[in-house]
């Protein structure tokens, strides 16, 4: 890990360390020593889910609290800090054990994920919020202008089941009902079965998933139309 590599880095993280040993701890593995990153790490997890919340809140000011949780969710989790922590280029600057590296561990993505949250802890640390602030907008900033809340909604078999749970009904069923085609251009028919209501809901797809879906998104229209005002799950 040389200098130059370091200097690359905060300028594509967007900061320059004050205390350099603050950088170098991030990016430790606790493979390589004492002196590791899981500190940071743990106060980075805080200060990437404050900050993140507050780029959703001022760039969707129409959307509900279910919204920005469901978006920042997908923001924070590991796959996202993963391919952030590629991009920021942190497999050549990390260090790990001879052991951990030749395993592979410069690419693992838990351990990359957590150094990239290490590295926001240890931003935070040097500069204060607002030093953190500057290096998650330049991680996430691009993406979260791009987005729409819609596309990442929920699909209709997780917010069905949730639907069912709130009022404490059992999970629907899923079976399917017809296969038609040759097998290398199937299409299926699912039923999803409410049993508690007596509701059955049919969708088609070219696999099995995609017709449990549609299914689902069905039955969730019918109950939704029914649980209004006047409908029969409310007379």
Request: glycine share 8%; hydrophobic share 40%; with cysteine.
């Amino acid at each position: 890990m040389t200098d130059p590599a370091l200097e690359a880095l905060q300028q594509r993280l967007g900061h320059v360390f004050a205390q350099s040993s603050l950088l170098t701890r991030a990016l430790t593995h606790r493979s390589h020593g004492v002196d590791h990153n899981e500190r940071l790490e743990f106060l980075g997890d805080s200060v990437l889910n404050m900050a993140v919340s507050a780029l959703l809140y001022q760039r969707f000011s129409g959307s509900d609290e279910g919204d920005l949780t469901r978006v920042r969710a997908h923001l924070v989790r590991e796959n996202s800090l993963h391919r952030a922590a590629l991009a920021l280029g942190l497999p050549q600057v990390m260090r790990l054990s001879d052991g951990e590296t030749r395993g592979g561990g410069a690419m693992r993505p838990s351990i990359l994920a957590d150094a990239l949250e290490a590295l926001i802890g240890a931003a935070y640390l040097d500069g204060g919020f607002d030093a953190s602030m500057q290096v998650v907008r330049r991680l996430f900033g691009q993406l979260i202008d791009n987005t729409e809340i819609d596309s990442w909604s929920k699909d209709p078999k997780t917010e069905l089941q949730e639907w069912l749970q709130a009022r404490r009904l059992a999970l629907p069923q899923y079976r399917i009902a017809a296969t038609r085609g040759q097998a290398h251009a199937q299409t299926f028919e699912v039923e999803c079965e409410v049993a508690a209501l007596a509701l059955v809901e049919r969708g088609e797809g070219r696999s099995r998933r995609s017709a449990e879906q549609r299914a689902a998104r069905g039955m969730l229209e019918m109950l939704k139309a029914s649980d209004r005002p006047g409908g029969p799950l409310r007379s």
